[in-house]
């Protein structure tokens, strides 16, 4: 986390003014000013000082949820990926209602066949990518692996390990799915993320979102690992 230490103070200061202003700028009151996501409460009308303030939120909180990642067991990343998997079978029917709202908005908005198809999250897509996240939990665990191992002239054997990134960053277009697959893997490498999926997929991502964010605190690890 590079920004300065004065600047994240600010920023966290300003985000809190912003999520807890008066109720009548809330969540359910008429002049609705945020709205309830996978992770917290997000500024649905956003200016250029809220932005900001947002994300610098949401990186100090993904840098926290590495450090745990990073230590985590393999047993907890594992399951992590099977509670998210049970999940994705259970949740069909909503996942399938959130998606819908996207889906009309953006046949509303004329969006293009090919495009539409991407954006669908269909039974068959929701077994794929649960499917998906208990092969990666099947897999073995990256981190700490070593590979390469050299022995030096001086006696000491030299070679490379895996370890985490740390925090990631990814901007996708409208496919559902891909939030589910970047989740597993950022899981699976004790990393955290931050996503960015299409505008177009808004609904569909944040069910998707909740979903990650009750699986991860049900094995043990922080909800903010997958932002």
């Not at 000013?33 to 500024?43: D, E, L, N, S, V």
């Not at 993904?62 to 450090?67: F, I, S």
């Not at 908005?109 to 669908?120: F, H, I, T, V």
């Amino acid at each position: 986390w590079t920004y300065p230490k004065r600047l994240r103070l600010e920023a966290l200061a300003h985000l809190d003014r912003v999520l807890h202003a008066d109720p009548a700028g809330c969540a359910g009151a008429p002049g609705q000013r945020a709205r309830r996501a996978g992770f917290g409460t997000i500024p649905s009308i956003m200016t250029p000082t809220d932005i900001p303030a947002y994300m610098a939120h949401v990186g100090v909180a993904a840098r926290a949820a590495a450090t745990a990642m990073a230590a985590a067991s393999t047993a907890a990343k594992n399951e992590a990926l099977r509670r998210l998997a049970a999940r994705l079978r259970v949740d069909v029917e909503p996942l399938q209602q959130a998606n819908a709202t996207d889906l009309e908005a953006a046949r509303a908005n004329g969006l293009a066949g090919p495009l539409l198809d991407r954006l669908k999250l269909t039974p068959q897509i929701i077994e794929t990518v649960a499917e998906g996240c208990e092969q990666i939990a099947a897999m073995p665990d990256p981190v700490g692996e070593i590979s390469g191992v050299k022995r030096r002239p001086s006696g000491i054997s030299v070679g490379q390990m895996r370890v985490p990134l740390g925090v990631f960053g990814m901007i996708y277009e409208s496919r559902p799915n891909v939030t589910i697959e970047a989740a597993s893997l950022a899981i699976k490498s004790g990393n955290a993320c931050i996503l960015r999926g299409g505008s177009e997929a808004i609904h569909s991502n944040l069910a998707l979102a909740e979903i990650v964010g009750a699986s991860l605190e049900e094995a043990g690890l922080p909800r903010a690992a997958v932002q």
